[in-house]
């Protein structure tokens, strides 16, 4: 059961005051997407309607189809949301109650809540001081008997050094549930995300790499047994229709979000590598600004979903003022790590225990970042915050 004390006043905290200040720069990223690709989209959904097919049709089969070849994997399962499709993972491989499952304290909290949903406890590790992603070794110093799983989450589409950490699943019998949601294409040496581990999952939330017009997710896997629990799972537990075997969850991926994805899917490459051009710009020229740019590992296809520098914890505030003052938006990604979120507080995890990604929320800035920003408007973001530096120094 859960409580929700709505007598309890809940403080906006002062980043999101300033995030929420409306600027041109950083706005509109989906509506300038519509204008590229809506005609076809639109097309794609009107080829739907008549059919009378909305759910669990042709058009889900072919994006699961496209995207499993995309991912470069053998199976790939539609499902309503990124939160679905980690929790749908963890409950084909039969995580429950008494188990533990290892991920990282900077996520979203939809990583946990998956781990929760199935009764098991997420155990929170701390980040590297460079990529901000999971490693091996801090996962190993956490593993007990009770480990069941571990979920990598590719921070911002920067993948996890994924070779240590499989090799350390192996040894220890852990199922890999990759959370691929800001992730759609990148790369771990020459290998897509969602293929690396045994479960790849992706939201497919609006303004994710590859989005839907609303809620979706998909997952991925190379385990035919894993695929066919998960078509069970996702459809209230049934193989045949009212034969409800297990106790399973409405989670479907509609066909109308399907159709437009499978428009979408063929876009992904060439919007990853405009994003990979806005962070190449950034990178330049905020290599003058006393600010901590991303470090890209050298085995990594980043694909950016996210462009996120670090300040100094006390000129956060100032510094997205400054921003806001000169119509450039900014965010703070994630602000809390997630096992000093409130809820939850009963895990008892103190700033102490996860020292880098605690102080990492205190200092992210992430600035605007999709593909169809244009050149000058990337140029004076990055271009304001050394005006900011230099403004500071004089
Ligand atoms: C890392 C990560 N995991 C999981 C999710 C959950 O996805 P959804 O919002 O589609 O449920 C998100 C969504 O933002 C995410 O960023």
């Excluded at 045994?198 to 790499?209: A, E, V």
């Excluded at 996120?308 to 965010?331: K, P, T, W, Y």
């Excluded at 408007?377 to 500071?392: D, L, M, N, P, S």
Aim: net charge negative; proline share 6%.
């Amino acid at each position: 059961m859960t409580h929700i004390d709505l007598s309890k006043p809940v403080e906006v905290p002062s980043w999101l005051k300033i995030a929420a200040r409306p600027t041109r720069i950083g706005s509109g990223e989906l509506e300038r997407q519509w204008q590229e690709i809506g005609e076809e989209v639109t097309e794609a959904m009107l080829e739907v309607l008549p059919t009378g097919k909305y759910t669990l049709g042709p058009h889900l089969k072919a994006f699961e189809d496209e995207f499993a070849a995309y991912c470069e994997c053998k199976y790939a399962v539609g499902v309503a949301s990124g939160t679905a499709a980690l929790h749908l993972a963890l409950e084909a491989c039969e995580i429950g109650s008494g188990d533990e499952v290892i991920t990282v304290a900077n996520t979203y909290v939809a990583t946990a809540l998956a781990v929760t949903y199935t009764g098991a406890t997420p155990v929170f590790v701390d980040v590297d001081p460079r990529t901000y992603n999971m490693t091996a070794e801090l996962v190993a110093e956490k593993i007990t008997p009770r480990t069941k799983a571990v979920i990598p989450v590719h921070l911002y589409g920067q993948p996890v050094d994924m070779d240590p950490l499989l090799e350390l699943a192996r040894e220890h019998n852990l199922w890999v549930v990759e959370d691929a949601s800001h992730a759609h294409g990148a790369r771990y040496k020459d290998r897509r995300v969602g293929s690396l581990g045994d479960i790849g999952c992706f939201s497919l939330y609006p303004s994710k790499n590859l989005g839907a017009y609303g809620d979706g997710g998909i997952i991925t896997t190379n385990n035919r047994e894993i695929y066919e629990k998960l078509l069970i799972l996702r459809y209230v537990g049934q193989r045949i229709k009212f034969v409800h075997e297990v106790i399973g969850f409405q989670e479907r991926l509609d066909e109308l979000q399907a159709a437009a994805l499978s428009v979408k899917l063929r876009y992904l490459d060439g919007w990853n590598e405009r994003r990979r051009r806005w962070a190449a710009l950034y990178d330049e020229i905020l290599a003058e600004a006393p600010v901590v740019r991303p470090y890209v590992a050298p085995y990594a296809y980043h694909v950016y979903y996210s462009y996120a520098i670090l300040v100094e914890a006390d000129e956060r505030d100032d510094l997205m003022n400054f921003l806001a003052d000169h119509d450039v938006g900014s965010f703070a990604m994630y602000p809390t790590p997630v096992p000093l979120l409130p809820c939850y507080a009963d895990l008892g995890y103190r700033p102490e225990d996860i020292p880098i990604a605690a102080s990492y929320a205190d200092r992210v800035v992430n600035l605007p970042m999709f593909p169809h920003l244009r050149e000058d408007e990337v140029r004076t973001a990055a271009e304001t915050v050394c005006e900011f530096y230099r403004q500071k120094k004089s």
